[in-house]
C-alpha cells in the first residue's frame, strides 16, 4: 500500500513564525502536491513538483515556498506565518503515468496560526 | 472559480438507502475522480473514469459520466453509517493537476 506521512497532525505557530511542514512517501512516485483545505472552498493546489527539484506553482502559491531535495520528500515552507494560512494541509503524490492519476493523501495537518 | 462543482452540499439519509452525489465541470476533461473524506483525514481514491467511459463500477459504488453535459453522479448503493463522510469530484484537463470540488458532506442515519 502506498504510504504517504506528513510530518504533525497539529501545529500551532505564532505569526511570523517560519513554518515548515513534511511529507514524505514510499511509493517513488514522481509528483508530489501540496494542498490547502478551508471550509467551503475544497481543496486548492498550493505548489506540486514532478521531479526532484522541480516545482511549479499551483493555484494559490503566495506566501508559501517548497523543496523537494529527494524524491520521496516534499516540504511546504510557510515563509512567515500569518493568522489566514490557518488551515488543513494535505500532501499527496501520484505516479508519472500522468499528472492525472490516482492521487494518494497523508492524513492532513492542521495548523493554527495566533 | 472552481472547476468540479458537487451537488448537493450535505445530504442525509437513512442507513440501507442510496446517495446520489453530482458533479459539474466547465471545461473538457481527460478524467474525472471521486475521492473520499473521513472527518479531519486526508482523502482516499474511490474510483477514477476517464472521458470516453461512461459508467464505472467498482463494490457498492456506480460512477457515470455524461461528457455533453459537463457532469457526472456517484451513487452509493445501500449506505451504511460507515459511509458518512466528505466526498469530492476532482477532474483532470490534461493541464498542471486535479481540480478538487468543494464536496457533498453525506450523514447516513443508523
Known amino acids: 500500500d502506498v504510504k504517504v506521512t506528513q510530518s504533525s497532525r497539529y501545529l500551532v505557530k505564532r505569526t511570523g513564525e517560519k513554518v515548515f511542514l513534511e511529507c514524505v512517501q514510499d511509493?517513488?512516485?514522481?509528483?508530489m502536491f501540496w494542498y490547502r483545505q478551508d471550509p467551503g472552498l475544497g481543496l486548492r493546489l498550493i505548489y506540486f513538483?514532478?521531479?526532484?527539484?522541480?516545482?511549479e506553482k499551483g493555484d494559490i502559491p503566495e506566501g508559501y515556498s517548497v523543496s523537494r531535495e529527494k524524491k520521496e520528500r516534499f516540504s511546504l515552507i510557510l515563509e512567515s506565518a500569518s493568522t489566514n494560512q490557518t488551515s488543513m494541509y494535505l500532501c499527496?503524490?501520484?505516479?508519472?503515468?500522468?499528472?492525472?492519476?490516482?492521487?494518494?493523501f497523508g492524513p492532513g495537518t492542521r495548523l493554527l496560526v495566533l | 472559480s472552481q472547476q468540479g462543482e458537487e451537488d448537493p452540499q450535505a445530504l442525509s439519509i437513512q442507513e440501507g438507502e442510496n446517495a446520489t452525489m453530482n458533479c459539474s465541470y466547465k471545461?473538457?476533461?481527460?478524467?474525472l475522480q471521486w475521492y473520499r473524506q473521513n472527518s479531519g483525514r486526508g482523502l482516499v481514491h474511490l474510483i477514477l473514469?476517464?472521458?470516453?467511459?461512461r459508467e464505472k463500477h467498482s463494490g457498492r459504488l456506480r460512477v457515470t459520466l455524461d461528457t455533453s453535459k459537463k457532469s457526472s453522479s456517484l451513487l452509493i448503493t445501500a449506505s451504511r453509517a460507515a459511509d458518512t463522510a466528505s466526498y469530492f469530484c476532482?477532474?483532470?484537463?490534461?493541464?498542471?493537476?486535479?481540480?478538487f470540488g468543494s464536496g457533498t458532506r453525506l450523514q447516513v442515519q443508523p
Open positions: 476532482a477532474t483532470y484537463t490534461g493541464r498542471r493537476a486535479l481540480t
Open positions: 499527496a503524490s501520484s505516479t508519472d503515468r500522468g499528472r492525472g492519476e490516482t492521487q494518494y
Open positions: 473514469i476517464r472521458s470516453n467511459e
Open positions: 513538483s514532478y521531479d526532484v527539484k522541480m516545482k
Open positions: 511509493m517513488d512516485h514522481e509528483n
Open positions: 471545461t473538457s476533461i481527460n478524467n
